[in-house]
């Protein structure tokens, strides 16, 4: 209230122009298993290839018809929740490992290398697929260094310390700010880089300028230092070496899918396309290298990652587990001696790795060039028991990824095992999992199934939460196969080997039989539950009437796609499984009509409207709309205003759904007859709303009289 002190124009503005807003009756809630996305959790899919990307495609290892089911529905309505179940102690992750190696790598030395002069290099380096990078030898000049370090220091005037950014690099040794290092893009056994100097830009004259790494990962007097023997002590003009990779206990990195399943498995299709996830390294200058996360055979994903900083691990460019997440695909961790771990970064490229600074990797030297293999060499044993004529090990101080690419496997569903305790789920617990996370106000659906599963569990679960929260149809359907049209009345009155329980309340409807489509995810024709068929109606009565209109008949129940029905039913049966006290709804083949739907039954027993679905869905819809539209009127005054409110907001609800054929009549309540003294004492606010819904005309009735010629028609 505004506070009127003096003479002036005071303007109140109040808000009282509240109306009842529109509710989307079309969202679907499904329940089932999939070979990939998120589990236990409600996702909202949009379109079929939507659906498709996020849980995988529809297969016959996966267990029900949730998937089929759902392409189907979203051809008549853009939201479909999806609830993925599963078993979490048998569905697991897809893995890959990424390994990792040390790059060949010799260093520039400074004493044999005047600081006046320039370094000319001629370079050849091949990745670990031996692919020849170079179709010769490429030629490098290194200006002259000034100061103490030599041509080492040189390297430091080289911006970015590359010579070729995506093939050979330059680096300089922070740690001993004398020493600088010539290494190869590629890391791994397979990688190669031969390298010559020369003191001419003619190269032409031969000078030596190489050294390489002893065990320890320094700068060494030979190849095998003052041990070595018909070599002499001298540095090297030209040297081949190869990279190495970690060994079993050294770096690497293990990659899992963000979800657990099949459908993440690397793989080729009957088809021939490729499927599934794979990790590709591709190797970058210096410390970088770029990790790509593929899907079906094309980039899905990519990150620049390296050693350098922990910034860049691949790790922490990624995520390690489902939250945060930077990748919507994979998580993984940095291993080292076989479990996860943590190493810190590198200061530099030419730095060590402290947590992996003692594993030792293993590289080949081979003989510098000019010489051979006939001249006397000493074979050697490195510290850990490997001989051979060329070998020695090395610390790994220019550590990447191995380049390449690594399928995923391993990854499992988990439908394969108590699939109705997953299907059911569990209310309980947080986040809700199965069929319970449907029991959530934000998603709003009004028509739910579990495709595929018949299990009486499962369905009078879904029933039951259908009852409970009183906000969507439950819709069901007897199994595949389950014989004549007895054998369907007795499965839904509870009187067969696969159904006990009779199904009874206006929550649930019934349709059958099984209908014959053509699957493009198995590229074949299948038997699809009729329940999908029945929500796919009801979503295209949303779309082309109202939602009280009933969803069956040739207007609204026509089905196009299936090719045959499981039953061919004749009026009698018709009659049978409608009337008598039975509630399921045919699907039937008419000549020259087609399939279509020919019932609109819930399962309710009891004779009254809501025995129909058109009653139900107008309930629910009615509602809905009525919580969603009066909700902002909790703790206003209980008094002649707030009713007048009320009756403001319901009743041009009630006249739109009459004016579109929704209701015959009605009448809102709201005043002191239903607001008792007693019920305003306990705080409580009541309003009554009357409706006269709109009947179906299931039956036509045409009556034809004969009468006499003399007969006056005016006054029959």
Same mark, same amino acid.
């Given at each position: ?358 594993? *030792? ?18 074979? *050697? ?27 995923? &496997? ?75 049209? *007895? ?75 299936? &090719? ?35 019932? *609109? ?116």
């Amino acid at each position: 209230m505004v506070n009127i002190l003096s003479p002036d124009v005071y303007v109140i503005e109040r808000d009282i122009s509240e109306y009842a807003p529109t509710v989307n009756s079309s969202v679907v809630g499904l329940v089932g298993f999939a070979s990939k996305g998120p589990m236990n959790k409600a996702t909202l899919v949009t379109s079929p290839q939507n659906l498709t990307r996020v849980f995988g495609r529809p297969s016959e290892n996966i267990s029900g018809q949730a998937l089929e089911g759902a392409i189907e529905i979203l051809e008549t309505t853009n939201q479909v929740y999806f609830v993925r179940a599963g078993d979490s102690t048998t569905a697991t992750d897809a893995s890959s490992t990424v390994t990792y190696g040390a790059c060949p790598t010799v260093g520039i030395t400074a004493s044999g290398f005047g600081v006046t002069n320039s370094l000319y290099l001629k370079v050849d380096v091949s990745s670990n697929a031996g692919t020849d990078q170079y179709s010769t030898p490429k030629s490098f000049a290194i200006p002259a260094g000034t100061g103490t370090g030599g041509q080492a220091q040189a390297l430091r005037s080289i911006i970015g310390g590359s010579l070729d950014s995506d093939k050979v690099g330059l680096e300089f040794d922070t740690t001993t700010s004398t020493t600088g290092f010539l290494t190869g893009s590629w890391a791994g056994s397979g990688t190669a880089m031969t390298v010559s100097a020369y003191s001419d830009s003619d190269y032409t004259v031969g000078v030596s300028a190489f050294n390489v790494l002893d065990g320890l990962g320094v700068v060494s007097a030979g190849l095998y230092g003052a041990a070595e023997t018909g070599v002499g002590s001298g540095d090297y003009s030209s040297v081949t070496v190869f990279g190495s990779e970690i060994n079993s206990s050294g770096l690497s990195y293990v990659a899992q899918t963000i979800h657990p399943g099949d459908g993440y498995n690397a793989g080729t299709k009957a088809n021939g396309d490729t499927s599934g996830n794979s990790i590709e390294l591709d190797a970058k200058g210096g410390a970088n290298a770029v990790l790509a996360v593929n899907e079906d055979g094309t980039k899905a994903e990519e990150f620049k990652v390296s050693l350098i900083s922990n910034a860049d691990f691949i790790e922490d460019k990624i995520n390690v587990g489902e939250t945060n997440t930077t990748s919507d695909i994979i998580k993984g961790q940095l291993y080292f001696s076989g479990a996860p771990g943590d190493p810190t970064a590198l200061t530099n490229y030419s730095d060590t790795i402290s947590n992996i600074g003692t594993q *030792q990797v293993y590289g080949t030297f081979v003989a510098p060039i000019g010489r051979t293999e006939n001249e006397t060499w000493q074979d *050697q044993t490195n510290s850990a028991g490997v001989s051979g004529l060329y070998s020695t090990e090395i610390n790994p101080r220019f550590v990447k990824p191995l380049e390449g690419t690594t399928n995923m &496997t391993g990854g499992a569903n988990g439908d394969s095992a108590n699939q109705a305790t997953s299907l059911i789920g569990d209310s309980s617990v947080t986040p809700k999992t199965g069929m319970q996370a449907l029991d959530d106000d934000s998603i709003n659906i009004s028509m739910a199934a579990v495709p595929g599963q018949h299990d009486q569990t499962v369905q009078n679960a879904l029933i039951t939460l259908a009852e409970s929260t009183q906000e969507f149809l439950a819709v069901v359907s007897p199994p595949y196969a389950v014989g004549t049209v *007895q054998n369907a009345i007795d499965w839904s009155n509870g009187r067969s080997d696969t159904r006990t329980a009779a199904i009874n309340s206006s929550w649930a409807a019934v349709y059958w039989p099984h209908t014959k489509v053509f699957s493009s995810a198995d590229k074949k024709d299948i038997w699809l539950d009729p329940a999908v068929y029945g929500i796919r109606a009801m979503a295209l009565t949303d779309n082309i009437s109202e939602t009280w209109f009933a969803p069956a008949g040739a207007n609204r129940g026509r089905l196009t796609k299936p &090719t045959e029905v499981e039953v061919i039913l004749n009026k009698g049966d018709r009659d049978s499984l409608y009337t008598g006290g039975n509630i399921i709804n045919p699907i039937a083949k008419f000549p020259q009509r087609g399939i279509m739907i020919f019932g *609109q039954r819930t399962a309710q027993r009891k004779p009254t409207s809501l025995d129909r679905i058109n009653v139900r869905r107008l309930m629910i819809f009615v509602m809905k709309t009525v919580r969603l539209a009066t909700r902002d009127l909790i703790f206003e005054p209980n008094d002649e205003f707030t009713w007048a409110l009320i009756q403001g907001v319901l009743e041009p609800l009630m006249d739109d759904i009459k004016r579109r054929r929704g209701i015959i009549d009605f009448r809102v309540v709201c005043d002191d007859t239903v607001n008792t003294p007693a019920r305003v004492d306990r705080n409580e606010l009541w309003t009554k709303v009357i409706i006269k819904p709109t009947k179906t005309a299931e039956a036509l009735v045409f009556e034809i009289n004969l009468t006499s010629q003399s007969a006056d028609l005016g006054n029959l």
